[in-house]
């Protein structure tokens, strides 16, 4: 049973758009919360991250929203750019001791 | 320049012979572990590593072995491949476990195994 979830497997924006990528976690014991993403041939970078007790954190353009007692957290990009296509992964963790991932969505920002 | 390195990025191998994709980090990060992704399950953690010769479990660790022998080094090792685990690898590494702490990753391995 997956933990995090990404209930989008993709997802089209056009440029300049708000993009909203959404995330489910079902375990209550998750306290911190990372976006990643990924382009083709490389490896996963660091995008941006919340701790459990905040609501918001936002950085540049993007803006990561958690909603503990719904379990739900959000990633917009506002606006969105044609680099922003990649996928996004999801991430949460227990102090670290085990990251656990959701399957991704797959961005497209069309020019 | 602070990187994660894995080797080789491509491997193609038959089952049953025994295989290692070595990991390397020059960060001094304490905490290193091993992800496979998968279409549709997004990336699962095979193993990590807190510290020098602390290894645990992570979801997904049958058939696979790890060491950690030095702090930056953590090669992945499959004693008797099998079809199944054929994927992308990513090893992975991070300074300490907690807050504004992520993880940054290699570039990846894509094994296949027929």
């Known amino acids: 049973d997956q933990q995090v979830k990404q209930n989008s497997p993709s997802l089209s924006v056009q440029e300049g758009r708000i993009s909203i990528l959404n995330c489910d976690y079902t375990n209550s014991m998750f306290d911190y919360f990372l976006w990643y993403k990924k382009y083709p041939a490389e490896g996963p970078t660091f995008l941006i991250s919340i701790s459990s007790i905040k609501d918001k954190n936002e950085d540049g353009r993007f803006t990561v929203f958690l909603n503990k007692s719904a379990k739900h957290l959000s990633l917009h990009i506002v606006p969105s750019q044609p680099g922003d296509s990649a996928v996004y992964f999801c991430a949460a963790t227990n102090y670290g001791q085990n990251f656990v991932f959701g399957p991704g969505t797959r961005l497209s920002v069309l020019p | 320049e602070a990187q994660v390195t894995q080797n080789p990025r491509y491997l193609i191998t038959v089952t049953g012979k025994k295989l290692t994709v070595t990991c390397s980090q020059n960060?001094?990060?304490?905490?290193m572990s091993w992800y496979r992704q998968d279409p549709g399950l997004g990336l699962r953690q095979i193993y990590y590593?807190?510290?020098?010769?602390?290894?645990d479990k992570g979801d997904v660790p049958e058939g696979y072995k790890v060491s950690r022998k030095e702090k930056r080094n953590f090669p992945l090792i499959l004693e008797s491949p099998s079809p199944n685990q054929t994927s992308l690898y990513f090893c992975?590494?991070?300074?300490?476990?907690?807050?504004?702490?992520?993880?940054?990753f290699g570039n990846g391995t894509r094994l296949t195994v027929t």
């Open positions: 960060m001094n990060h304490e905490y």
């Open positions: 992975a590494s991070t300074f300490s476990t907690g807050p504004n702490s992520p993880l940054h």
């Open positions: 590593s807190m510290n020098v010769e602390v290894t």
